[in-house]
């Protein structure tokens, strides 16, 4: 299957500042990524597809001013959460589809103090 | 929109065998999947289906009825390790995969 990092694996930030998660292809160029939210014990929940070289679409319910993402290159998506507070605190998952099939990163855990 | 259940919890014993059902209600089917998910890590891919019928990957097969939007997962010979959260997810055309709450499985000696 396909290769995916995630970086930072985990973060904690105070309230109000910045968090940018940088999502990697490694082995293939994808220039579709998806990037994923998960509260405790509850479903992966979309939040975006991220389109190499051309803006993002978001779900129904995220704020794209919030949430930015760029998708520079065939490689490397980022997700900045902007202003963060505690209600942002989850997990952060990337995913790409590689032979029909999603691949996910390894996640980003997110604290807001 | 798509709706996808599958239950909440489930409990079994070391070496015996664990069914998870999942139906689902969609439109443009475009494959069903399962992954497995361990406490504060990512989903990894078990099986997929597209077609009818059962896929076999080890001690893992899946099942799927298109008429009547339901799949299962089958895990045989359970180990200790097999204690983790399953996903059905299902795809509609060439959206991504959206997914069901998951099912806890607690493996037991």
């Known amino acids: 299957g396909a290769v995916v990092s995630q970086h930072p694996s985990w973060v904690i930030c105070k309230s109000g500042t910045s968090v940018k998660i940088e999502c990697r292809s490694l082995d293939f160029q994808a220039t579709t990524m998806f990037w994923y939210r998960q509260f405790p014990k509850q479903s992966l929940m979309l939040m975006a597809t991220s389109n190499e070289g051309s803006k993002a679409t978001y779900e129904q319910g995220v704020e794209k001013d919030k949430f930015l993402i760029n998708h520079a290159s065939l490689t490397l998506s980022t997700l900045t959460v902007t202003s963060a507070h505690p209600e942002d605190s989850s997990f952060y998952i990337c995913?790409?589809?590689?032979?029909?099939?999603?691949?996910f990163g390894p996640g980003t855990r997110l604290t807001v103090l | 929109g798509q709706n996808i259940d599958q239950p909440t919890e489930m409990t079994a014993t070391e070496g015996a065998i664990v069914q998870i059902n999942c139906t689902y209600q969609t439109s443009g089917f475009n494959g069903l999947f399962w992954y497995q998910q361990h406490a504060g890590e990512a989903p990894t891919f078990l099986s997929y289906n597209v077609l009818d019928g059962l896929e076999e990957k080890g001690r893992f097969s899946s099942f799927l009825s298109r008429s009547k939007g339901y799949s299962y997962l089958l895990l045989k010979e359970l180990q200790m390790k097999d204690s983790a959260s399953y996903l059905c997810a299902v795809r509609s055309g060439n959206t991504p995969l959206v997914f069901g709450k998951g099912t806890r499985l607690s493996v037991i000696a």
């Open positions: 995913s790409e589809v590689w032979a029909d099939t999603q691949y």
